[in-house]
């Protein structure tokens, strides 16, 4: 059974930075696309970034390229969103997501800047 558990959220001051992890099982991690989206009040869930877990590949929306990484750690079947320069912008519940025989979703985790 495919489960993906986020963690990592908070409150942050802007210009701060936050680490999100995704902890996943129930299915095999190897080279999968593992991906990071965001859903603010109102708005629609947005993709933020993704990463092929063999390392390969990765890609980020233009809103937090430059400020976002996402990395994987294969013996622990994780991956991480490393977050930085946050604004207010960056405010909301952010979910793991992968496709194996169909989407799943973790229960996300929330993320808040304000000073």
């Known amino acids: 059974q495919v489960h993906l558990v986020e963690s990592g959220g908070g409150l942050v001051q802007p210009g701060g930075s936050l680490r999100l992890s995704c902890a996943a099982s129930?299915?095999?991690?190897?080279?999968?696309?593992m991906r990071w989206y965001r859903q603010a009040p109102g708005k629609e869930r947005e993709l933020v970034a993704t990463i092929i877990t063999d390392g390969t590949y990765s890609q980020y929306a233009d809103s937090v390229k430059g400020r976002f990484t996402i990395s994987v750690d294969n013996p622990k079947n994780t991956v991480f969103l490393q977050m930085t320069s946050l604004t207010s912008e960056d405010s909301a519940t952010y979910y793991c997501?992968?496709?194996?025989?169909?989407?799943?979703w973790g229960q996300g985790t929330q993320v808040t800047v304000s000073s």
């Open positions: 997501n992968v496709y194996y025989d169909r989407p799943y």
């Open positions: 129930g299915f095999n991690f190897r080279n999968q696309a």
